[in-house]
């Protein structure tokens, strides 16, 4: 840890290859040690330690030859490889909670507002009220896949945003299905004629599916199949993984968008 910041490069190749074989998180670590970095130091340190993260990936990578159904079963595994993706986007320094007690406080928080009578309350309670907003200056950062960075930054992009809402939900025993429409996902409630489609990028904002269908020559062919119904827990993991893939080539981050284009091809096969 005292090498840090030594400029000799044959010591940087040796921190490089010692901390490559550590875990991707030693955040506890620095905490129990009572070590303090600087930000250019724990910059340096996450890329050190990065090799550790994309390798525990790898390892618990893991998608059901079924892939995920509509089930308590393809729930967990949702969320399981969310937990996942969020675990390689961390920084490995950072101290931070953990995915599910954050998401388990967030619907406790819901219930205590009475904000979980149903699915467009808990909506207007994340959304309208701007407690999560859209990550618009950030718009491509690869954090936006983070669902963990999402709760404690309160912002994200329209996927991002929706799947946090979608797992809320189904914490408050509520219904938040993703519509993938094209360009701009979207949540969708209810069923049927009823059904009212959320841009919870845009504070919540309410779309029925009648004023949709009252523009069709604004919608494409993509766009009308998208709202004939609800897509899939496997469609929404991997347009995440495209999205993320595509904002890591964004921000230069090459080995990490490799790994997710190797976790996209498992997500296809599947």
């Known amino acids: ?107 406790d928080e819901v219930t205590v507002c009475t904000a979980d009578t149903d699915e467009e309350a808990l909506c207007k309670y994340l959304f309208g009220s701007g407690r999560f907003r859209a990550n618009s200056k950030g718009y491509y950062d690869p954090q936006n896949s983070d669902i963990l960075w999402m709760l404690q930054n309160r912002e994200g992009n329209p996927i991002g945003l929706t799947v946090l809402a979608m797992l809320v939900a189904k914490r408050l025993d509520l219904t938040i299905h993703g519509c993938s429409f094209p360009g701009h996902f979207l949540g969708w409630i209810g069923s049927g004629e009823h059904s009212v489609f959320v841009d919870c990028y845009h504070r919540g904002r309410l779309v029925t599916l009648k004023e949709l269908h009252s523009k069709p020559d604004q919608l494409s062919e993509e766009a009308r199949g998208a709202i004939r119904q609800p897509c899939t827990l496997h469609d929404i993991l991997q347009r995440m993984l495209v999205n993320l893939q595509f904002a890591l080539g964004q921000n230069h981050r090459q080995k990490d968008s490799e790994l997710v284009s190797d976790l996209l091809e498992s997500i296809v096969t599947a």
């Open 1 to 107: 840890m005292k090498l840090l910041d030594d400029d000799d490069p044959a010591v940087q190749a040796k921190l490089g290859e010692l901390f490559s074989r550590f875990p991707g998180d030693l955040s506890n670590e620095l905490v129990d040690l009572k070590i303090h970095l600087n930000p250019a130091e724990k910059r340096h340190l996450s890329e050190l330690t990065s090799p550790g993260r994309r390798r525990a990936l790898r390892s618990e990578w893991f998608v059901p030859e079924a892939g995920l159904p509509d089930s308590e079963s393809g729930w967990a595994t949702f969320e399981m490889l969310l937990r996942l993706l969020s675990d390689l986007l961390h920084d490995g320094v950072s101290l931070r909670p953990n995915l599910v007690d954050s998401l388990d406080a967030l619907a």
